[in-house]
Structures are given as C-alpha cells and as structure tokens.
C-alpha cells in the first residue's frame, strides 16, 4: 500500500501561482510513477501531470504546459506541481496518484484525498 497526502491548495487570483505538495508513504513510493489529476465540480477527473520514478519524463496535460511544472524528491518521497500563471478554468480538486505505469486515464491504483485550488478572475 501506499498512502498519499496533498497540501498547498487555496485561493488565489488569477495570474497567481501554488505549489502543490504530495508525500507519500508506505511501499517504496519512490518506485512509482506520481501523477496529478483534477476534478472540477460537475466535470470528470482529468490527467494534469505525471513524472516517471527518475524524475524524467515528464508529461502534461496540453492545457497546463508551459504554465505548471511537476517534479519529484524521491530523498523526500514527496512530488510537487507548481502552478504559475493561473487561470480561473483551473480551478478544482487536485488529486496526486502513484503507479507503476503512467497512464493519463484516472486509473490510477493509488490516490490522495484531493486539495481545493480556487482562482478567483
């Protein structure tokens, strides 16, 4: 098993930035891929990012490229996504997952309990 737990979510305005943390513990989390996904009300969970156990790939969403940055301290066992220049479409739950495997389908095997991120326009 694996647990994770995120931080960092909030309000902030648009053009605002946040970094989102995820800690994980439990098997070697270090091992798996970690992946970031996000719900917004009414709307199905959509991939946000994801990065190999390396630390390289990475991927994302066409939607968020250029603008958040995911990355990993596997001496932390924690993966961050900063988000830069926010939009008020970003707003949602964001979810962080581990894998084996990434996948941008939220079929992921393991997930956090999810961090509101509200941008205000």
């Known amino acids: 098993q694996v647990q994770l737990v995120e931080s960092g979510g909030g309000l902030v305005q648009a053009g605002g930035s946040l970094r989102l943390s995820c800690a994980a513990s439990?098997?070697?989390?270090?091992?798996?891929?970690m992946g970031w996904f996000r719900q917004a009300p009414g709307k199905e969970r959509e991939f946000v990012a994801a990065i190999k156990w390396s630390g390289s790939p990475t991927y994302y969403a066409d939607s968020v490229k250029g603008r958040f940055t995911i990355s990993r301290d596997n001496g932390k066992n924690t993966v961050y996504l900063q988000m830069n220049n926010l939009k008020p479409e970003d707003t949602a739950v964001y979810y962080c997952a581990a894998d084996w495997e990434i996948n941008t389908a939220p079929i992921w095997d393991y997930w956090g309990q999810g961090t509101q991120v509200t941008v205000s326009s």
């Open positions: 439990g098997r070697p989390a270090e091992s798996y891929a």
